[in-house]
């Protein structure tokens, strides 16, 4: 699984912006807007559900979930866990639990501040808007099932995820991960 981060321009609100996989095009911003790493930040899938943002991958080892805000910018799981079925190129179908991995100290990922979405990096710091607070590393939900003998491009997914923070307590969609000549569909709905 791919863990390069796209840089892109944070839109005004408004603004048109259309994301594919790992590829970001933006309408011009103004200048007081700061560069952002934002969603897709793990070559996922960006899904929209009625309050919440999810990027979805499907990897070798299962399915990987991370949480983003409304601005696309990295959130941390909380209490929500959830599953995921998927269907098999052979027409199988899979149920795998999800539940948060957190990563470990020296593993490669996102790190951000949860108080200024501008603030997200791919090493480890501190917040200088904040005075130095440590930097979080995002967690994600993950899913293990061994995928590796497996085409990935021809993968399937529904996701629950469950106990979720605001009004939309549970949300369930299907990620739309790319198409085997590599490129993405347009970006996913849920509910």
Do not use: N
């Amino acid at each position: 699984m791919s863990r390069a981060l796209t840089r892109c321009r944070r839109p005004h609100p408004g603004a048109a912006v259309i994301t594919t996989l790992a590829l970001c095009v933006a309408v011009a911003v103004p200048a007081a807007a700061a560069d952002a790493l934002i969603a897709p930040l793990h070559g996922g899938t960006v899904t929209e559900t009625e309050a919440h943002v999810f990027e979805a991958a499907i990897a070798r080892d299962g399915i990987h979930v991370w949480f983003h805000t409304d601005e696309r910018a990295p959130a941390m799981i909380g209490r929500a866990g959830g599953s995921a079925t998927l269907r098999l190129p052979d027409g199988k179908v899979q149920e795998v639990a999800l539940s948060l991995r957190t990563p470990a100290a020296d593993d490669p990922g996102v790190f951000f501040c949860p108080m200024h979405a501008e603030v997200v990096q791919t090493t480890p710091g501190k917040c200088e808007p904040c005075g130095g607070m440590i930097l979080y590393h995002q967690d994600e939900l993950f899913g293990a099932f061994d995928l590796s003998k497996v085409e990935l491009s021809k993968v399937t997914a529904q996701v629950r995820v469950t106990g979720l923070k605001g009004r939309q307590k549970e949300a369930t969609f299907s990620p739309v991960f790319p198409r085997p000549d590599g490129k993405a569909e347009a970006a996913a709905q849920g509910r």
